[in-house]
């Protein structure tokens, strides 16, 4: 069974730092391009980071350019995004997803197209509070 969990979500205040995992079974990620996406309350879904399958090209959106790392550990079979300097505009639930060469070579890495993913997690909060 193919499955993405996410972990590491919470509360934190402003400026402090989450680690978030996305942890595969059922399939192993060195095949796949992993992102991570967001969606706040009333908003479309955002992306926000995303690394190819070799980890040698990765995207961040603008606004998380600079505080934000994304990772992976193909060993482990898990994918990772450091979070720090939390604003509370980063409030949404974090979502992770796997893309095929599709966006292989795409500058975005298809970040800014979630429809480009098609394996999902089922989330995690992340509330940062002022």
């Known amino acids: 069974q193919v499955q993405l969990v996410e972990s590491g979500g919470g509360l934190v205040q402003v400026g402090g730092s989450l680690r978030l995992s996305c942890a595969a079974s059922?399939?192993?990620?060195?095949?796949?391009?992993i992102g991570w996406f967001r969606q706040a309350s009333g908003k479309g879904r955002e992306g926000v980071s995303c690394?190819?399958?070799?980890?040698?090209?990765?995207y961040y959106t603008d606004s998380v350019k600079g505080r934000f790392t994304i990772s992976r550990d193909n060993a482990k079979n898990t994918v990772y995004l450091q979070m720090d300097g939390l604003k509370p505009e980063d409030t949404a639930v974090y979502y992770c997803?796997?893309?095929?060469?599709?966006?292989?070579?795409?500058?975005?890495?298809?970040?800014?197209?979630?429809?480009?993913?098609?394996?999902w997690g089922q989330g995690t909060q992340v509330t940062v509070s002022s």
């Open positions: 997803a796997t893309a095929d060469d599709r966006v292989y070579g795409a500058p975005d890495l298809g970040c800014t197209r979630p429809a480009l993913y098609d394996y």
């Open positions: 059922g399939f192993t990620i060195d095949h796949y391009h």
């Open positions: 690394i190819g399958r070799r980890a040698g090209s990765t």
